[in-house]
């Protein structure tokens, strides 16, 4: 095996680097950092914390204080990353976050038993706002006015559909919709097959900005659950409300009984959408998926209409 030079700078297009940002985002979305499970989880057994305050936390400390948070507080944004591979099995995160209070933040993810762990972090606040470049000009910020509702698809959302499959490399796993007529042709396709697909936009003052679907295999009033949200919008809890709205929807309209969905085992935000929704771990898949050359196993969820009801607050569903 070839020898390699550390430190080592990790390119943004890299598996390992969208990995660790994908972490550290998803740290940032108050619905998971409210899940002490989860935290346990992703903090190393050894963390420890420098806040942006000033103040130091232990592991115990810091999921005690994250697990109190609103869950439904908007969510910060990891804004111009950089990342140091150090060793084998540590690499160093460099970003800022934006919001009232923006700070430079760093911090230290080991390997450990073949997950990635948070093992050190420290935040510096700034004088000034932080910019994402990206955003500049754009930003999705949420606003008090802001209208957050379900609704049926429409062909006139096949442009923000194009555009949610442009916003991240890894929309390219949910479908082929990276141009102007892809999108058309998937949301055209969705609305053609209305026996079969009950498709859901999630929307922003009426505009779509993700979709949550329902698979229907009604000789068994059965139905597949998938979902999928634009990059720059996620971490506010909208797929997880959409995915209430659109369980009570098959259950309430549709009759149906059992419903089932799948995830990879590497991917703890959609694990939380489901776990949230009261979906149960059923099996697993192993080696399923072949993603940047790994074999990731998949989870198979499953929920009934018997199964006690979730604690999620659904996001309204807009009838024409």
């Known amino acids: 095996m070839e020898q390699q030079d550390y430190p080592m700078n990790l390119s943004a297009d890299s598996p390992l680097f969208r990995e660790v940002v994908d972490l550290e985002r998803h740290l940032l979305d108050p619905s998971l950092r409210h899940d002490g499970a989860w935290l346990e989880g992703v903090l190393h057994e050894q963390f420890y914390e420098i806040g942006a305050s000033g103040r130091t936390f232990d592991r115990s400390e810091a999921i005690t204080l994250l697990a109190a948070e609103d869950p439904d507080a908007p969510a910060l944004h990891v804004v111009d990353p950089s990342a140091v591979r150090l060793a084998e099995d540590l690499v160093q995160l460099r970003w800022a976050t934006d919001g009232s209070r923006p700070a430079m933040r760093s911090s230290l993810w080991i390997r450990d038993a073949g997950r990635w762990q948070m093992f050190f972090h420290q935040g510096t606040l700034t004088a000034q706002p932080v910019r994402d470049p990206e955003r500049a000009g754009n930003a999705p910020s949420a606003e008090p006015e ?58 922003i003052n009426d505009r779509l900005v993700g979709l949550v679907c329902g698979t229907v295999d009604r000789s068994n009033a059965n139905a597949w659950i998938w979902y999928w949200m634009h990059h720059e919008y996620r971490g506010r809890s909208l797929t997880t409300r959409a995915v209430a709205a659109l369980v009570d929807h098959l259950y309430d309209e549709l009759g149906l009984f059992r419903l089932e969905l799948g995830l990879r085992a590497n991917n703890p935000g959609s694990r939380h959408v489901a776990e949230s929704n009261g979906f149960l771990r059923e099996g697993i898949e192993r080696g399923k998926f072949l993603v940047d050359g790994e074999r990731i196993d998949v989870y198979t969820y499953a929920r009934l209409r018997t199964d006690p009801p979730a604690n999620v607050q659904p996001l309204p569903l807009k009838r024409a």
Do not use: W
């Not at 698809?153 to 929309?171: C, G, N, Q, R, Y």
């Not at 007529?181 to 498709?199: H, I, M, S, T, W």
């Open 146 to 203: 802001d209208v957050y509702t379900v609704r049926n698809l429409k062909s006139t959302d096949a442009a923000a559909v194009h555009e949610a499959f442009i916003s991240h490399p890894d929309m390219a796993r949910q479908g082929d919709a990276d141009t102007p007529e892809k999108a058309r042709a998937y949301v055209d396709f969705l609305l053609g097959n209305d026996q079969v697909q009950c498709p859901l936009a999630i929307t």
